[in-house]
């Protein structure tokens, strides 16, 4: 069964063609806005905000989102909603009308699909009420708000963020998230049509889709595997608890301890991980303002005057100005070692910091260099910085602006290790 065919199943058995419809009533547009609620909100970032401390809510536009309008129970439209969240118009006859949207959305050759679990089967959102014709030359507007305090709503909120936002790295991007799992999990891996997220709880049961933050790290890590693959993800043997503590994770409880923020691992896995926050960051963050933050979602272990301290999540992040992590808090050598953090801010930096920004193309285009001009793959590709260095020079000429700056701002936040 293709994609479309099951879109059509999904609105209504058997039944794919819409009606013809008089245009001797004036029109009516449906509109929809999916209702988030999140737990990492509100730490420096620019969308998707809203005030948790009084139990309030965001909306955002439902753009791209699948919809369906039943008119006295018989179908009237389906298809996807426009950028602004909205059906095209519609002939505004007086009835009975089921307006309903599914998380399932797409822009261009994009797609996001959200189910709860394995099941398969999509939590819709429906609203039914009663409407009189509309005047000839009239257009009514319907609004509804839809999914307050769902996991799944709030994977939609940030999909349809992802895709509305210009030069976002989602170009061919298809994914399956499993948004309301019961399992301790939080992943997202490469599939054979695509990439499947899967977010259940963290160690102390709360839901992984009330962070934002997560969202978009996992959907990062998709369209990483969408754009270049992945290099070898090896955190390398864990540093025994006490030796190193500012760069292991033995203070972290809320979720499995082999790798956070701060801790000191093989590149591959620092770039990997590290290229998630960064997504999740810009997401989040206004490019045109010289900050950013990113709510990081472990504990954090700082350094104290007289002994370290743990900080719980949401961990606010500058992403701009936070000095280099591993160069100043790790011991030891640090040759084909990175940091997740260094990372995050390295590759915020070269996407934002300008001239010379980079697209997601531009960082495309180095992976592939680096990976012999082939989606890499993590039993094949094991990256060093002199490797990436070059990289860059093959893919945008040696000396060129676009290589200097991946070379220098490199430099300057000690990932050229």
Not at 180 to 188: C, K, M, S
Not at 389 to 404: C, F, Q, T, V, W
């Amino acid at each position: 069964m293709n994609k479309w065919t099951i879109r059509c199943a999904v609105v209504v058995a058997a039944l794919c063609a819409v009606p013809s419809v008089s245009r001797a009533e004036g029109d009516r547009v449906f509109c929809a806005r999916w209702q988030y609620q999140y737990t990492d909100t509100a730490e420096g970032e620019d969308y998707l905000l809203h005030n948790m401390f009084f139990g309030l809510w965001g909306e955002i536009d439902a753009s791209h989102s699948f919809a369906y309008v039943l008119r006295d129970g018989l179908i009237y439209w389906f298809g996807y909603l426009d950028e602004s969240g909205c059906s095209p118009p519609l002939s505004g006859l007086s009835g009975t009308y089921e307006f309903g949207v599914y998380p399932v959305l797409a822009s261009g050759s994009s797609e996001v699909w959200v189910y709860p679990d394995f099941n398969m089967d999509f939590r819709f959102f429906a609203n039914t009420f009663f409407q009189l014709s509309v005047p000839d030359g009239a257009t009514d507007v319907e609004t509804r708000s839809v999914g307050l305090g769902d996991p799944v709503a709030n994977v939609a909120a940030v999909s349809t963020l992802m895709l509305t936002r210009p030069d976002n790295g989602h170009d061919g991007f298809f994914a399956i998230v499993y948004a309301d799992r019961d399992e301790q999990v939080g992943q997202a891996n490469m599939g054979n049509d695509g990439a499947v997220i899967q977010l259940g709880v963290d160690g102390f049961g709360s839901k992984l889709a009330t962070r934002k933050s997560i969202i978009a790290h996992e959907l990062g890590h998709a369209a990483m595997f969408e754009s270049f693959g992945s290099g070898n993800v090896d955190y390398g043997d864990p540093i025994p608890p006490g030796v190193d503590p500012l760069c292991e994770c033995g203070h972290v409880n809320v979720s499995a301890p082999f790798h956070c923020l701060q801790s000191k691992e093989f590149i591959g896995a620092a770039i990997a991980e590290g290229w998630a926050h960064f997504y999740a960051a810009h997401l989040f963050n206004n490019p045109s303002q010289s900050n950013a933050s990113f709510a990081y979602y472990k504990e954090f272990l700082h350094r104290g005057i007289f002994f370290n301290w743990v900080e719980a999540p949401p961990i606010r992040v500058d992403v701009y100005d936070d000095p280099p992590w591993m160069a100043n808090e790790c011991s030891g050598s640090h040759t084909g070692r990175g940091v997740e953090y260094d990372w995050l801010t390295y590759l915020y930096a070269v996407k934002h910091k300008t001239p010379n920004a980079y697209t997601f193309a531009d960082f495309q285009s180095v992976f592939l260099k680096a990976c012999g001009d082939s989606d890499c793959d993590p039993d094949l590709h094991f990256w060093t910085w002199n490797m990436l260095k070059e990289a860059a020079n093959d893919a945008h000429g040696p000396g060129s602006p676009k290589a200097e700056h991946w070379e220098d701002l490199g430099g300057q936040h000690r990932v050229d290790f």
